[in-house]
């Protein structure tokens, strides 16, 4: 089907370090593998087949927030987002982690992370075998609404870390660790939701609704949201793989907001700053002493869960993300940069 009037892309970045003792160790580049020779081979299946169980999280999909909070209380917190709904959050424990996305009063998006909660028809933890076995991981996928027709085009790589499934009509990014094949966390999406998001290259036929436009002022309490949902994030990763959370550290997390709001600016992308160094540099700058510190950064993903199972799905970054030795996490976030600061003060 090349008829399709336009072919959107997005690319994703991630680059990570570590420091040890204040000297600079760069750990391994990541680096997109090639294009296989052979597209995987999977066994043609109805996706219509999986069943919409009433139970665990899909039962409080398209509820209205009125009912969500008789179901289960209010939020510890509502924090907005770059899109069109804003993030009611649950859970914020090691083993239950609820993001579910208001927009117009009802429920149009659910992200789920933590071995405690419920994501039938499928399980956190969940070897990519046993996933496999009731659905099939597809390179291209289409959608349908009012007359306008969308694909989306999976690399092999999204293919192995965040496959599209569709389940009726809902579709769902099944967030998986490359490096152990099994299931971290789920995200599921209205069709609309997917559309204003597109996270992966798209081609489409018919009209192509606007992404959001925020200013600098409405950018500022989307960042500072994803900072703290990085944060949490990062924790009930942690724990899922058997490290201790880190407590936040407010001056690391100054420093890594000052360097993704640079990079941004100064339109680069870099641990090293062409103004204020390396990581050193920038905590040194601000006196924070520290036995240790390692850096995380990305770009352009579609925001920080994204960000965050890219860290995941890299082996540099995931090394510093999940390593026992830090204590405390700084997170900065300017608009799509985002910045990991970790640290053992001194």
Do not use: C
């Not at 009611?88 to 659910?110: A, L, P």
Request: aromatic share 12%.
């Amino acid at each position: 089907m090349r008829s399709f009037g336009m072919v959107v892309m997005f690319v994703f970045l991630i680059l990570g370090v570590s420091l040890i003792y204040g000297d600079l160790i760069k750990l391994p580049q990541y680096n997109p593998p090639e294009k296989e020779q052979k597209e995987n081979e999977t066994v043609e299946r109805n996706l219509a087949v999986i069943p919409k169980t009433s139970e665990g999280i899909l039962r409080y999909f398209e509820m209205s927030s009125e009912e969500l909070i008789a179901q289960i209380g209010e939020p510890s917190r509502i924090d907005p987002s770059p899109y069109q709904y804003d993030w009611w959050i649950y859970g914020e424990n090691s083993n239950q982690y609820i993001q579910f996305g208001i927009d117009h009063g009802k429920v149009v998006t659910v992200f789920a992370l933590g071995r405690g909660l419920n994501v039938a028809p499928f399980q956190i933890g969940q070897s990519k075998d046993m996933v496999l076995k009731h659905i099939s991981f597809e390179k291209s996928l289409t959608l349908k609404i009012k007359g306008n027709e969308y694909r989306f085009e999976l690399t092999d790589e999204e293919l192995k870390t965040r496959p599209l499934v569709k389940l009726d009509n809902l579709w769902i990014q099944l967030y998986m660790d490359k490096f152990k094949d099994n299931l971290v966390g789920v995200r599921y999406m209205t069709p609309e939701t997917l559309l204003i998001q597109r996270p992966y290259s798209l081609e489409y036929r018919g009209e192509l609704a606007e992404q959001p436009e925020l200013t600098s002022d409405e950018w500022k309490p989307v960042e500072k949201a994803e900072e703290l949902q990085i944060f949490s994030i990062t924790n009930v990763i942690r724990e899922q793989y058997g490290v201790g959370p880190l407590q936040w550290h407010e001056e690391t997390a100054e420093v890594a907001y000052q360097h993704s709001k640079e990079m941004k600016a100064e339109n680069y992308f870099s641990h090293t700053s062409p103004v204020a160094g390396d990581l050193s540099d920038r905590l040194e700058s601000q006196e924070i002493n520290y036995v240790q510190a390692g850096e995380n950064i990305a770009a352009n993903y579609i925001d920080g869960i994204a960000a965050v199972i890219g860290w995941l799905n890299s082996e540099g970054h995931r090394k510093t993300m999940l390593s026992d030795e830090y204590t405390h996490l700084g997170v900065g976030v300017h608009q799509k940069y985002y910045t990991q600061n970790f640290i053992v003060p001194w």
